[in-house]
């Protein structure tokens, strides 16, 4: 009778022993298949960022400043958040480094906006190409608070475009938004709350739709 658990004692060691080994290859196996669903996830981004690219390829090239300006009007340093097609939120522009978020020291002079950016292309929106400036909370998937965001409307290559912009005191947007707006002038471009309401509220089912499209491709395609 003493000789059942002595004789249980080794097999019960080798059964410990097999299953620390199961445990490590599952775990190697999750983080094997972890790699590999966010190496797709970012293939698919770059994928993406490509087509967007090549669709806004008949955009011309970021305007660059005049070698003088004069004095600064307002400046502020912050965060560029991206820019979209005007009124249109979820519709990023990529092309010319346009989707970079990045670090930006904006510059207001009566010649025109001056973007600076880190580790970005900057670029100058002449006056006479200012379409106006508007409080915001969203834009190019980036959301804020209320009048959280600092949005410029300007024209490039025949395209409207709204900049989004963060200060690091966001009490200053809103002297931004009249100066922007007063040298505009009659070039001014409003979008209404209730616009604004039924733009984001379009792309986002057009979004819901195309998720549900692929959704359905991809069961279609497990069948």
Known sequence: MLLTPLAAGPAQAAAKHSAKVTDWADRIGWIVGLVLFVTLVYWLMRQGWQWRRTLQGGLPGLPQGPEETGPALLEFHGRYHGSTTAGHWLDRIVAH????????????????????RTGAPGF??????LRGGRLDKAIAGKVLTE??????TWEHGGTLI??????????????????????????????????QSDTRRSDTEQTDTEQSDTEQHDKEGAR
């Open 97 to 116: 480094g346009l989707g970079v978020r990045s670090k930006v020291r904006l510059v207001l002079t009566e010649e025109g906006l001056d973007v600076d």
């Open 124 to 129: 100058f929106v002449p006056t006479a190409a």
């Open 147 to 152: 009048g959280g965001l600092l949005v410029v």
């Open 162 to 195: 709204d900049s989004g912009f963060r200060s690091e005191h966001a009490a200053d947007h809103p002297a931004w938004v009249e100066r922007v707006n007063a040298l505009s002038g009659d070039r001014a471009v409003t979008f209404t709350d209730t616009e």
